[in-house]
């Protein structure tokens, strides 16, 4: 192996890749971080990472924009020699680093409509059908911890089969868009973002209690109340931490949020 894991790494190093946000660039080499429910905010780093670039992705695909899907490719094709090169590594290496590029590639193409015309020619449910197969075939794949070759097509299977279920959500005019677009779920998905970070640490406190108490874990009672303790936290995180700041950065937006 060329990189070989060390211990998690000191807690100071820790604290700063979350701060700094290139936790996933430690996680790669120091596996996932151990401070308590923060394992798996090495994503918004990556994410974060991300949106750095993308003022600069943007901008020089519209301007080459015949150029640009070849541009695309040939950073695609870059990304899987590179996780061919690096496939021995040990889990997480590939799965928290860069290399797994798969949905942002997706999401760019989708967003500059470069696959507009391939999608609508395909019939809604053929589409939904696909996406389903591309990710229920996972269950019969080698799972992401694997090393190997693996890794050169598990997280393509997961971005299509996503981008296509997504995608099928998106554009459909009958039940499918009349339950996503609900309120509930919509306000649900306006403070995602508190659900994914305080569902990790609501689930283990949650836990903690009922085996505490000797509670009956029966019908998913566990599951519901840490689903519901999970939506009130984020509920208070959003009106009070995040609303004032989209308020903000509505002051400086070019274009609009939705």
Not at 57 to 70: D, Q, V, W
Not at 153 to 174: E, H, P, R, T
Request: charged share 15%; aromatic share 18%.
């Amino acid at each position: 192996m060329l990189f070989k894991p060390n211990a998690n790494g000191g807690l100071l190093y820790r604290i700063l890749g979350l701060i700094f946000f290139n936790d996933n660039i430690l996680s790669m080499f120091n596996g996932y971080n151990f401070i308590p429910a923060s394992n798996h905010l090495w994503t918004i780093s990556m994410e974060e990472q991300f949106y750095l670039a993308l003022p600069f992705i943007i901008p020089l695909m519209l301007n080459y924009r015949r150029k640009s899907k070849f541009m695309l490719v040939g950073l695609y094709l870059f990304i899987l020699l590179s996780r061919f090169f690096f496939s021995d590594q040990k889990y997480p290496f590939i799965y928290t680093s860069p290399l797994h590029f798969d949905a942002f590639f997706i999401g760019i193409i989708m967003g500059l409509g470069f696959i507009d015309n391939i999608t609508t020619k395909i019939y809604g449910g053929v589409q939904l059908c696909i996406g389903l197969l591309c990710v229920c075939s996972l269950v019969f794949l080698p799972n992401r911890m694997s090393s190997g070759m693996s890794n050169l097509y598990l997280y393509i299977l997961i971005a299509l089969g996503f981008w296509l279920i997504v995608d099928f959500i998106i554009n459909d005019k009958g039940l499918w868009s009349k339950f996503f677009r609900n309120r509930l779920l919509s306000y649900l998905g306006k403070i995602s973002y508190g659900l994914y970070i305080f569902h990790i640490i609501v689930i283990a406190y949650v836990n903690v209690f009922f085996e505490k108490y000797n509670l009956p874990r029966v019908w998913g009672v566990e599951f519901f109340v840490a689903l519901l303790i999970t939506i009130m936290i984020s509920v208070v995180s959003f009106e009070l931490l995040e609303r004032p700041f989209l308020k903000l950065k509505d002051k400086f937006a070019v274009i609009l949020s939705r």
